[in-house]
């Protein structure tokens, strides 16, 4: 199996390096790619990148991320995560290949406390949700063979993400004040890639695998807010001898009212992921699992740095 990934240095892009190698031969491109392009916000160049490569699979973790800003640069949200889409699925259409692409929970307005299906409606609030559902769109219109793989709260030892930042601020502060009301699973960026792998394996041992085609959700077991996820960020940093100022009692809940920001954020992200587990024989573990390793990760790191 031949696997083009773009985004091949994002957090998610990085860990689908290790997993997809035992699937296949994965040519990896980011933005600085040449002769190949991997910027998204070239599509004609990534289509003749698709074009000459003529992988099996194309993988898409790249993504415009940044939801304040998107607000004031909706051309270039929408370039990245809409227009490349439709290109990359017209691209993969011609070559015949299977294309994987993530979205979020964004695509979705955020409100109840019920876990999302994928057949629920979408009514996203914010310009990177809409930029992100019309990749979607895109992507289920352009081509049958196609898996859309929507998460939420992505994290990892690699790359800027809330647990970096926590632990960045922890350790400059005496106290951390954090959103408790809005819910979600904090899911690490290796847990979404071990599952790409899986479900490519399963794609390739099925018969009529375009059944298998379609939005699935992946996420971390369980819910949390961002409060209690910093609590444990904070306990488990301290736990392995990390000299923060701030320790897990010192961090403060606050209403999202009190934490004003560019773009609406949705208050409930919870995923209900029934259709990705029935689907391909998978289990998904707590989230506090992938914190705890992420955490255990960035701490021997530290401790190899400093000697």
């Given at each position: ?43 004609q ?6 074009a ?9 973790a ?28 017209k ?12 979205s979020?929970?964004?695509v ?16 996203p ?9 019309a990749?979607d ?11 859309v ?5 992505v994290?990892d ?5 809330f ?5 960045k601020?922890?350790?400059?502060r005496d ?33 009529n ?5 379609g ?19 904070v ?11 701030a ?23 919870r ?8 689907t ?28």
């Open positions: 199996m031949k696997i083009l990934l773009f985004g091949a240095n994002g957090q998610v892009g990085w860990q689908l390096r290790r997993s997809l190698a035992v699937v296949g031969e994965v040519i990896p491109l980011d933005r600085s790619s040449t002769p190949l392009c991997g910027d998204l916000r070239d599509a160049g990534v289509a003749a990148s698709v000459d490569v003529a992988p099996d699979v194309v993988v898409n790249a993504a415009y991320t940044a939801v304040d800003r998107a607000e004031d640069e909706p051309d270039a949200a929408f370039a990245v995560n809409a227009s490349a889409c439709d290109a990359l699925a691209a993969a259409t011609r070559q015949g290949a299977w294309l994987v692409h993530y979020s929970d964004y979705y307005d955020g409100s109840g406390e019920k876990p999302w299906r994928e057949t629920d409606a979408t009514r609030s914010s310009i990177y949700g809409r930029s992100k559902l990749g769109q895109a992507i289920a219109h352009g081509t049958r063979r196609h898996l793989l929507r998460t939420s709260w994290f030892s690699w790359g800027q993400n647990a970096s930042s926590i632990l601020a922890a350790a400059v106290e951390l004040t954090v959103v408790a009301d809005q819910w979600g699973a904090p899911t690490r960026a290796a847990l979404i890639a071990d599952v790409t792998a899986h479900a490519l394996r399963v794609l390739a041992a099925e018969r695998p375009e059944r298998l085609a939005i699935y959700h992946v996420a971390a077991g369980g819910s949390t807010n961002w409060h209690e996820y910093a609590q444990l960020i306990q488990e940093a301290n736990a392995r001898g990390w000299p923060l100022r320790s897990a009692d010192r961090v403060r809940a606050i209403a999202s009212a009190d934490y004003p920001a560019r773009a609406t954020r949705p208050k409930n992200s995923l209900d992921t029934t259709r990705l587990r029935e391909f024989g998978l289990a998904l573990p707590p989230w506090q699992d992938g914190v705890r390793a992420v955490i255990a990760e960035l701490a021997q790191h530290r401790a190899a740095a400093s000697t």
